[in-house]
């Protein structure tokens, strides 16, 4: 059985950059799309990009410009990074696998807050 | 920006049929969006219930089914069951990425 395992930092000040990574257990790293879905307090989801073994990514066109998604595949991770965060990216983060959405990861909430 | 539109809220009785609809502001949703749907109740993480338009995992109760519906994704739901009330959610495959729908809340009263 596969299983999602995701950390990071909680808290996080302003124009700070957000950094998470998912580790992979039980299964493949190859042939799947790896992906992170965020979920602002109160809202609903938002997907903010996905990432391949190879390292070919594609990224929600409203964060592009401050996402990047990195695979490392000698330790079956993968990792976000959220530069200048602001407190609308306040929200529980969520790395899953593609195709089939299963499994995700257990969720991170990150904080911006001065 | 692609929009996917949920309808807001609905109602179900106990024991009756409800279906929720996934549109896209670009037009007809297909087969080639490879729509999926999630179930998710308060404080946890989503499910997923519905892949590739009407497949189904292990642990998707039988009385879930997807289909497409009048240019829509759709999720029907029959027999409902108290535990049915959650959140759902459709997600819709474009060129380059992905796109969640504004999410139903399904109340089972």
């Known amino acids: 059985q596969v299983l999602l395992q995701q950390w990071g930092a909680g808290l996080l000040k302003p124009s700070e950059t957000l950094s998470l990574t998912c580790a992979v257990y039980?299964?493949?790293?190859?042939?799947?799309?790896w992906t992170w879905i965020r979920q602002p307090p109160g809202k609903g989801l938002e997907w903010i990009g996905e990432?391949?073994?190879?390292?070919?990514?594609n990224y929600n066109p409203s964060l592009k410009s401050r996402v990047t998604l990195l695979v490392d595949t000698s330790k079956n991770q993968f990792s976000l990074k959220l530069t200048s965060v602001t407190g609308a990216d306040t929200a529980v983060y969520f790395c899953?696998?593609?195709?089939?959405?299963?499994?995700w990861g257990q969720g991170t909430l990150v904080t911006v807050s001065s | 920006q692609v929009v996917v539109t949920q309808e807001p809220s609905l109602t179900v009785s106990p024991g009756g049929t409800v279906t929720l609809t996934c549109g896209s502001s670009?037009?007809?949703?297909?087969?080639?969006?490879?729509p999926y749907w999630f179930q998710q109740k308060p404080g946890q993480a989503p499910r997923t219930l519905i892949y590739?338009?009407?497949n189904k995992h292990s642990w998707t109760p039988a009385r879930f089914s997807g289909s497409l519906l009048g240019g829509k994704a759709a999720l029907t739901l029959s027999s409902a069951q108290p535990e049915d009330e959650a959140e759902y959610y459709c997600?819709?495959?474009?060129?380059?990425?992905?796109?969640f729908g504004t999410g139903t809340k399904v109340s089972v009263l």
């Open positions: 899953a696998r593609w195709p089939r959405a299963d499994p």
């Open positions: 039980g299964g493949s790293f190859s042939g799947y799309s």
């Open positions: 990432i391949n073994h190879s390292g070919t990514t």
């Open positions: 670009t037009g007809a949703v297909t087969s080639g969006h490879y």
């Open positions: 590739d338009t009407s």
């Open positions: 997600l819709l495959s474009y060129s380059g990425g992905h796109v």
